[in-house]
């Protein structure tokens, strides 16, 4: 099944004292292309993230954000240097003995040493916090993915119906083709009565220059793998894994085919449906962007 490159997907992880939200944005783009916003406490936790991504996404661009909310225990604890809060106050004491100085060497006064206080990290489980980050992703990515498959039965729809548009435009290419060669036929031996001026023209001579023409005109190989190229995107459809650009490629066969029949034949009614046929091709390459 086609799926579009374009979705959004909203997850989340609920814990007693936490909250985890993914969210995940992703937008047409020639390959994977991974954009990642995550909290501090999780950062070291972005190589496994993006390996995630890469086992769902093939293809776009992913904007991925992560918040969260955490009533727990801070991340930072407040140690004590005890052993240089002594020397403090062994210095302070030496110094008020020294000088002279009055006054009583108290807790509020070594309390405005803030060196004395430090913030270490607390330890992360790392582990665990990726069990819940994990969860709010592949909640996301399920969401993301439900998203771009329904765009993709859009997408579907729309080429379904252009293929048959193309179908039935080279079927009447096909059957116009034999009254296009004998109008072409035609002008060629009025065209050779005119020059000879009366003259007698050699029957065999002329039947050979009409068979030159049948044969430079002649489109049923084109049309015959135009064909075949139709069959192959309707198959395509239904693959489950990534098409597009499989389609993409195809869609350049199917583009080659039809200038081939416009250069080969020289009809103003075939040239006009070979250009509707180009027409309906473009619309669909437009389309087969937005396809993973």
Request: charged fraction near 35%; aromatic fraction near 4%.
């Amino acid at each position: 099944m086609i799926k579009s490159m374009t979705g959004y997907g909203r997850g989340e992880w609920q814990g007693e004292h936490k909250r985890i939200e993914a969210e995940i944005r992703s937008f047409n783009h020639r390959y994977l292309d991974v954009s990642i916003r995550l909290p501090r406490k999780l950062n070291p936790l972005e190589g496994q993230v993006r390996n995630l991504l890469k086992q769902r996404v093939s293809r776009g661009r992913l904007e991925v954000s992560v918040q969260l909310e955490d009533t727990s225990a801070g991340e930072q604890k407040l140690e004590l240097d005890l052993s240089l809060a002594r020397d403090i106050h062994l210095a302070l004491k030496s110094l008020k003995e020294t000088l002279g100085l009055p006054g009583e060497i108290r807790l509020e006064t070594l309390a405005n040493f803030r060196d004395l206080f430090v913030r270490k990290e607390m330890e992360v489980d790392l582990e665990k916090e990726w069990t819940s980050l994990q969860t709010a992703l592949e909640n996301a990515l399920t969401n993301l993915e439900q998203m771009r498959q329904n765009e993709g039965l859009n997408l579907k729809s729309d080429f379904l119906n252009r293929l048959k548009t193309v179908e039935d435009l080279a079927r009447q290419i096909a059957a116009q083709s034999p009254l296009s060669l004998k109008a072409g036929r035609d002008r060629l031996a009025e065209r050779v009565a005119e020059l000879s001026g009366g003259l007698e023209v050699d029957p065999s001579r002329l039947a050979q220059e009409v068979a030159f023409l049948a044969e430079r005109s002649d489109i049923t190989e084109e049309l015959v793998r135009l064909k075949s190229h139709l069959n192959q995107f309707r198959e395509m459809l239904d693959r489950p894994e990534p098409m597009g650009r499989r389609m993409e490629f195809l869609l350049q066969e199917f583009n080659r085919e039809a200038n081939t029949i416009g250069s080969k034949v020289n009809d103003a009614g075939i040239s006009h449906l070979t250009v509707e046929i180009k027409s309906e091709l473009e619309k669909m390459r437009e389309q087969v962007q937005n396809l993973e």
